[in-house]
Every structure is written in C-alpha cells, then in structure tokens.
C-alpha cells in the first residue's frame, strides 16, 4: 500500500511525525507533502494568487509554500511519482476536529481533497481538552492509530466519503473504545473574539474557543471523546439537504 501523509500544522509539527509512524506501521511506501508553515483554519483553500514552491526535505518528504489542499494536489500530480497513492492519511491535528470545526480545518481539507480525487482518505487529530496545562497526549494517537486505521481499510467506505478520526485527551491505557458516531454541534457562543491593546495603544483581536456549557449532543463526536472515547465519524462530500430540495421542486413546480 503506498501511503500519503500531509497535514495543517506544517513540516515540522510533532504531530506529523506521530502520523508517519502510525504509516509505517502499515506500509513501508510512504510519501510526506505537508506545509512550509502552519496552516490551521485554512480549511479547504487554494492558492491562486501567486506561484507555490516546493522543498525537498528528505527522499519522498515535501514542504509546500501552500495549504493543505495545494499539498495533496501537488502530491498526486506532481510529487508522488510511479503511481498515485492508494490511501491519504492527514494530521495529526494539534487539538479536534470535532462538531463545527470541520468546516474550518486543513486537516479535514486535506482528506477531503485526497477523497475528491479518487483517494481513500483518513483525516486524524488529537484533542487537547481546554487544560492548556497538561501535556497533550500524542500517545494516545500513537498507540491507538495503527488499528484504527487497518479497521477503516479492511471495511471500506464510499468514494465520495472521507473518514474524520478523533482520539481523546487521555493516556492511551485510558481510552474507553472506539465509537462510531455523528458531527456534533457546540451551540452559540463557542467561538469568541478577544480584544488586546499593543504598546502603541492600538487595538488588536484573537479568535478563540470556550467550553460549550450545554451537553455535547448523545451518540456525536463531542460527545464520544469527553467520554474518553476515540471518535470516528464519517463526513460526506455532498452538502444537498435533500428534504429540504424536495420542498423547494415541489415549490417552484409552477413556476416562480
């Protein structure tokens, strides 16, 4: 199996390399094309204003000037040569990628765009919790990867689905199963803006989570790794609302 591993947090990010060991676990024909630099909340973003470079760090290990999405389109057409790879694993992401943040994450983009061209891709991260104190627990990804991924292979899942994997903040001898659940949602309130002022009296803003105090939604992936759980959820490429189609044809059936 020949196996490519990109991310959003950049090159050099520990959860790269967490992510190569977890491919090397399962194949030895494993190609790395991630960022130069971090690339959080770049979501599905390409690059089309100016030309992007490409470094090579080390055989059959990339750094792109570019986002995630311009890694894994650089990848399969260009970087990776012989023949394309047969799965795509992205992350693993510093913090989830649960409830609403899939909208916003390079490390769902980059599975998603391994899935958009033909690719079986696997999108991974580590949830850190909100104790910015504690250690986060790259071992719990480390451990856990290698079977979770070997699981979703040997079962398949449909072309025009990528799958989004969440390990919990937790030691990996902690963690309490796999479960196989739905994106949840935070509620209002779960993204803020902070308001600071420079040594020159200038106003300056950061963008951040908190703690939803609402309980995560039953059987979501919110959920799933507050219970210590690892959270696999599959996420479809089409975005219809068929229901809410049907009503709209059955609206405009005469016309507008």
């Known amino acids: 199996m020949r196996i490519l591993v990109s991310n959003d947090d950049g090159i050099h990010a520990p959860g790269l390399q967490v992510l190569i060991r977890i491919a090397k676990a399962i194949s030895s024909d494993v190609w790395v094309v991630a960022p130069e630099t971090e690339q959080s909340g770049a979501s ?9 470079r490409v470094r090579k760090v080390a055989p059959r290990r990339f750094a792109v000037s570019g986002t995630p999405t311009d890694c894994v389109m650089m990848a399969l057409d ?20 649960i409830g609403e943040d899939v909208t916003y994450s ?18 991974f991260s580590q949830v850190i ?20 991924v070997r699981r979703l292979v040997e079962t398949g ?44 009296g200038n106003d300056y803003f950061w963008l951040g989570y908190r703690r939803s105090p609402e309980p995560p939604e039953p059987d979501s992936d919110i959920e799933a790794v507050y ?4 959270a696999v959820t599959a996420l479809h490429l089409d975005l219809t609302h068929y229901d809410t189609q049907a009503n709209l044809r059955r609206a405009f059936a005469g016309g507008a």
Do not use: Y
Not at 227 to 230: E, V
């Open 78 to 97: 260009r970087l990776v040569t012989g023949r394309k790879p047969d799965l795509v694993l992205s992350g693993v992401n510093r913090g989830g990628n």
């Open 227 to 230: 219970a210590g759980a690892i």
């Open 129 to 148: 919790g909100f104790d910015r104190a504690k250690p986060i627990q790259w071992a719990c990804a480390a451990a856990h990867g290698p079977a979770v």
């Open 44 to 52: 599905h973003s390409l690059t089309l204003t100016e030309p992007l």
């Open 157 to 200: 899942w449909p072309r025009d689905v990528l799958i989004n994997v969440n390990f919990p903040p937790v030691a990996p001898e902690a963690v309490t199963g796999v479960r196989v659940c739905h994106q949840g949602r935070r509620g209002v309130g779960n993204l803020f803006v902070e308001q600071r002022v420079d040594a020159r």
């Open 106 to 123: 390079g490390t769902i983009a980059a599975a998603m765009e391994g899935t958009m061209l033909g690719v079986p891709s696997i999108a």
